[in-house]
């Protein structure tokens, strides 16, 4: 099940963004890649790739230190969940035509 990122990983993840363009952007200039849309482009690809990895060992890591986190389901009834909850008004579905009480 899909579950959100930790805020360490958010965090890290984009340093690591940032540091890693960095690095991609002036390792391609010196290997004489011309400066241009497919440059950017692999740059921002690879970039993302390594701050995926690196978020990814970052909830690897706490997962491991704190233990599994318990994921919440969400409720797809609305009524439901007010009903549990003890907010639910009943719908009447009744038409009242306008002069009769």
Known sequence: MFTLPSLWNLIISTIVFFIAAKYLHRYLEE?????????????????????WGSGEMVDWTQEKIQGPQTTAQASGDLLQLLTMIGQAQPVTTELKEPGLK
Do not use: D, E, H
Not at 32 to 49: N, P
């Open 31 to 51: 290997q004489g890649l011309a400066k241009g849309m497919t440059r950017g482009t692999l740059v921002f690809v690879l970039a993302s790739l390594v701050s």
